[in-house]
């Protein structure tokens, strides 16, 4: 049995700590710090962007070579470490040497990410503070965990699951992110960690979190941009005792640990930059599920479509203009769009059928605008021309979208 | 020689109309008859959405049975004839026979073009009005030939070149485009005419005119949009009785053709939805032209680059991300990306160097804001693996962008 909550309660074996550390101004919440009391396998999905930012590339080192006892991850805000070069990497690895001596473990055991302004050094002696007072401070305040790790996001990110075996044992999924910018299709999330205390071969913890990350992260748009950045960490302690074995158990633990994903993925989507409105964007009826992702995604970054959405305008024809043009064949004779109000994947009672037969239907205006004026629209797309479906969660774009990003460095 | 300047004067055997319709509200131009008193030979590109709009099939067909005896383009606004179904398509046929009809040609000899909202079916009885109107008010005021195929543009966009041949003729290239939204690298104006009073035969005519488009048209991004409609005529009356014929008087063609189009794709992103910023990207050192193209276009789309412009914030950090996320294999310590006042592809004395190395210089960022303060600013990435290159004309992402499209149904 899994309950899933949206604010975590304890997994034992883990502490962590938010701290201020002098990053932000206004002694605001910018360094977070996950102890773990036993060691963990780990397991991480990073960015493909080429031009991959330090603690990226030290932490896919550091997991090639110790993924099966790692003990803490330090993240800091403000400061990306990407674009820096070879002191960059050096800070990196100083971040995680500082966090193991502090805290008494070795420097191989640590994990670290950043995020922030793209091209700055660590200022490394406010990392180093950071990291003193965080390591002074572990405790159980995940809501502070959270709030260390946000940038232009307006409110910390968690979710838990509490999951329950057959011979009634317990075991727990906690995680944390970070979104708003820079969200895109390919490894969307900013920085998140999830940690649980069952216990599970690294290996088996990767393969699992690439394909809870492929159907959670990697569904949401916000801006189409991916980052230099993009960490999402899973570590498991084990300190529950439950060692999953049968088909069930994992079956339980890929749900639950999707469920908190999911959680993760579209807080971010609800938390993007000047986002005013949820979008459900689901496309059916695609030759594959590829080509039905790929429609889906050239829908959901057309900056057209994203003010509409942002006007309240049912603009199904910039919907299916988009879908026209994303390099897959589909006629338009065949073409059916939906929309809902709500976070829906099909078509219901509520859902007003827009297009159809090459034409818009006799649909009211007045209807249609009223679903779009609600803050969660479903939109459903069905090409008519096969089996391949995908669902992607995203947002409008609006003035503020522009205030966020035309002024972010300053 | 080749003699270009921003407005028309005159193409000999073309006579134009611009005409109220009212088709938009306060009496505007909204509708534009282009009629040739000799046949041309005729040659179109179009959008390659799969959701083609009405009028693009009909001038498809119509190309393929009768390329070599075109005589009149009807052009009309604020209805793009699009999602529009048999009716539509009816329409489309209907508005090239009414004005076969009013100017005394074959139904054959007509293509048509529509632009404007999606879905709507046109309003045969205004366009009955306009094309009358139009067919008795035909002659050389090619500025209102442009102004009545306009949009949410803001100003008209011509272009015309004069060129002398060796042995001393001389022949005329003539251009009107509207652009403004659902501008996309692939086949990016909205509607475009080019007529030309030369002797061309039909093919030749349409690989010279994809050529133009490829290295014009298609290079210039506003939000990466590609519209139902998209299309590019060329028109040749052969009534200056020049006839193209040695390898240097194609060139000659060949070039001012691509100036032509030149200067009406770049009127397009300068008169974008909402821009203040014109910006001239070129990608060089890639790998081939296509992946120079693919990492221009990726920057180009990029809504965080984009409102980073809008800002005049020297961003470099968002360039080299947008870059590392295009696909394309580039190692970040090759790179260099330079920035430059006005229109130029290449670095000169005046330019700025923000990033090589793998990391920033030490620029100074007043001298870099003072550089993205100005209206046009040159941006070279030197990806430093290869020989192809490839530069796109773009612009920023700002607030009446958001303002145009949240409300351009109302």
Not at 179 to 199: E, F
Not at 219 to 248: C, F, I, K
Not at 260 to 269: G, S, Y
Request: hydrophobic share 45%; net charge negative.
């Amino acid at each position: 049995m899994t309950d899933v909550k949206p604010s975590i309660e304890q997994v034992p074996g883990f502490r962590v700590a938010g701290v201020a550390a002098g990053l932000k101004k206004n002694n605001a919440l910018d360094m977070t710090l996950i102890v773990s009391d036993a060691p963990c396998t780990a397991a991480g999905v990073f960015t493909t962007n080429h031009m991959k930012a330090a603690p990226v590339l030290f932490d896919m080192e550091q997991l090639q070579g110790n993924k099966n006892h790692i003990r803490a991850v330090t993240v800091n805000t403000k400061c990306a470490n990407a674009c820096t070069g070879e002191q960059g990497l050096a800070n990196a690895r100083e971040m995680a040497r500082l966090t193991a001596e502090k805290i008494g473990i070795g420097a191989d055991e640590v994990l670290v990410m950043s995020t922030g302004v793209i091209g700055s050094q660590l200022p490394m002696e406010k990392i180093a503070h950071g990291i003193e007072l965080a390591s002074g401070s572990l405790g159980g305040d995940w809501a502070a965990a959270a709030a260390g790790i946000m940038t232009t996001d307006t409110r910390p990110k968690e979710a838990y699951a509490q999951v329950t075996t057959a011979s009634g044992a317990t075991y727990h999924i906690a995680g944390i992110a970070k979104g708003a910018g820079m969200i895109a299709p390919n490894m969307a999330t900013m920085l998140g960690v999830v940690v649980t205390d069952v216990s599970l071969p690294a290996d088996t913890a990767k393969g699992l979190l690439q394909s809870a990350s492929e159907t959670t992260f990697n569904r949401v748009v916000v801006d189409g941009d991916m980052s230099t950045n993009d960490t999402l960490l899973l570590l498991a302690n084990g300190v529950s005792g439950v060692t999953l074995q049968s088909p069930e158990e994992f079956t339980a633990f890929h749900e639950a640990l999707t469920a908190v994903c999911r959680k993760l993925a579209q807080d971010i989507v609800r938390d993007g930059e000047g986002v005013t409105k949820f979008i459900t964007l689901t496309v059916k009826g695609a030759p594959s599920p590829e080509a039905a992702h790929q429609i889906a995604n050239t829908i959901a970054t057309s900056p057209l479509v994203k003010t509409a959405f942002f006007g309240n305008d049912a603009n199904w024809g910039r919907i299916v203009a988009a879908a026209g043009r994303a390099g897959i064949n589909i006629v338009p004779e065949y073409v059916k769009l939906w929309i809902t109000p709500g976070e829906i994947e099909a078509a219901t009672d509520e859902s007003l059928l827009l297009f159809t037969n090459g034409m818009p239907t006799a649909y009211s205006e007045e209807q249609a605008t009223a679903i779009f004026k609600n803050a969660s629209v479903s939109i459903l797309l069905d090409c008519g021309a096969g089996l391949g479906s995908s669902t992607v969660w995203t947002c409008d774009l609006s003035h503020d979208y522009v205030s966020i990003n035309g002024d972010y460095r300053s």
